[in-house]
């Protein structure tokens, strides 16, 4: 333990005896290492140079020396192919996925939204205003609830209370008397 001591004296005597400098702020200087960082000079490294579009090139295979005995001989060696053409993917899934996949595309889960209420009350007069509103409205989704022992006439798909107030304040459900914004499950847009 003893033999260690000088050693260290040696190395704490030579680290307090050393010259102390000041430290200059490089950030102030102009050739500051940081500039590089966000302004590019000219002396920078630039990229590689790009290969030319076309079709792609294939390197010959490697050669295998005959003298050489040893695993890769039984294998192939394989060209390296460069290709500047843009790379495709193709999805395949097993059977069992494509058939969970187009079974929730073909019934898709409501989502919870809002609609406009614009009539309540007994079933002929219901039906009589949604015959009313598909003719007026071809293009809006148009339902009717049963809420027993009485019927609703809910009209529209949206997403937020925002938006199904603005449709009824500027008027692109018509105009009702009675109409009001109602949380409801609302259907999704048909996927392509």
């Known amino acids: 333990m003893s033999r260690f001591l000088p050693f260290v004296m040696l190395v704490g005597s030579a680290w307090i005896s050393a010259p102390v400098t000041a430290q200059t702020d490089t950030t102030t200087t102009d050739s500051g290492w940081w500039k590089g960082l966000f302004r ?3 002396e920078a490294p630039s ?3 790009q290969e030319s579009v076309g079709t792609p090139t294939v390197e010959p295979a490697a050669e295998i020396p005959s003298d050489t005995r040893s695993a890769m001989e039984d294998t ?20 069992g996925l494509a058939t ?3 079974l929730d595309k073909a019934d898709p889960k409501p989502l919870q939204g809002y609609r406009i209420q614009i009539y309540f009350g007994d ?11 598909r003719r007026d409205h071809p293009e809006e989704a148009c339902q009717l609830m049963p809420i027993t022992p009485n019927y609703a006439v809910t009209v529209g798909n949206y997403r937020d209370m925002w ?8 008027g692109h459900v018509g105009s009702w008397k009675h109409a009001l914004v109602i ?10």
Request: hydrophobic share 50%.
């Open 163 to 170: 938006s199904a107030q603005r449709a009824l304040r500027d």
């Open 183 to 192: 949380p409801s499950a609302i259907n999704l847009p048909a996927l392509r």
């Open 47 to 49: 990229a590689a140079p």
């Open 76 to 95: 192939l060696a394989l060209s390296i192919v460069r290709s500047a053409q843009p790379a495709t993917f193709n999805w395949s899934l097993p059977p």
């Open 40 to 42: 590019p000079t000219e």
């Open 123 to 133: 079933l002929q007069e219901a039906r009589a205003v949604r015959a009313a509103f």
């Open 100 to 102: 969970l996949d187009s």
